[in-house]
């Protein structure tokens, strides 16, 4: 079955460092890959998302690029702020029979610091 | 435009008890889903719904059980609830379930005492 695996928190990080967090996944087919961000006591959020190969998906200066070679959508932001502590999830989006399903992986705490 | 409304926002119920929880989709939206998010995991796929039918379901036991109503909206139910049951349950809403994007909601907060 689908599977995402990304990497475990959480991660701490001085205001401006520069933030990837891993990810990589296992599905049949072509999924949709997708970052979402979830703040305390929050749903989610929709970060950024790619629909094939080799797209970079981007917003609020965090970027990813989805890699069907390696199986990865590793998330980047250049320079961290302290508003962008939360908690990020990636996720993929299959298709099976009528429907479509996300599949989360166990998200990774960020905590930027001042 | 609003956005995926749920309600309540938080509930507390004892164990062997029944819950309802409550879903609105963004207008226009005729699929919504449901995830169950135990703290420090990510959400898992319960159901899917699309124009009042079941179209998918996870690997959940029969006591979860939903329904999706002619105005698009959706009630999860759990019956006999055990302490594993407490978690944030999410409802997610898209225009037709396959191929459009999933908006989510803020959550229900349930927990099970």
């Known amino acids: 079955g689908d599977s995402v695996t990304q990497m475990e928190g959480p991660v701490t990080l001085s205001e401006e460092a520069c933030l990837t967090i891993n990810c990589t996944y296992t599905a049949t087919g072509y999924p949709s890959l997708f970052w979402y961000v979830q703040y305390p006591g929050e749903g989610l959020q929709l970060l950024l998302k790619a629909t094939k190969a080799d797209d970079k998906g981007s917003n609020k200066g965090f970027e990813a690029t989805y890699r069907k070679e390696t199986t990865s959508f590793h998330l980047e932001k250049g320079s961290v702020q302290v508003s962008d502590s939360a908690v990020y999830f990636c996720?993929?989006?299959?298709?099976?029979?009528?429907?479509?399903?996300?599949?989360f992986g166990t998200g990774t705490k960020l905590q930027v610091i001042p | 435009d609003a956005g995926v409304t749920q309600s309540p926002t938080h509930l507390i119920k004892t164990r062997g008890q029944h819950v309802t929880l409550r879903c609105s989709p963004i207008?226009?939206?005729?699929?919504v889903s449901w995830y169950q998010q135990v703290l420090g995991q990510g959400p898992q796929f319960i159901f899917q719904y699309y124009e009042k039918e079941e179209r998918g379901r996870g690997n959940f036991p029969d006591r979860f059980s939903a329904r999706q109503f002619p105005n698009y909206s959706s009630e999860l139910n759990v019956n006999a609830l055990l302490l594993g049951d407490s978690a944030l349950y999410l409802c997610?809403?898209?225009?037709?379930?396959?191929?459009?994007?999933?908006?989510f909601g803020p959550g229900t907060r349930l927990t099970v005492l």
């Open positions: 997610a809403s898209s225009a037709d379930g396959r191929y459009n994007e999933q908006f």
């Open positions: 996720a993929l989006r299959s298709r099976s029979g009528g429907y479509q399903k996300v599949t």
């Open positions: 207008s226009g939206h005729k699929s």
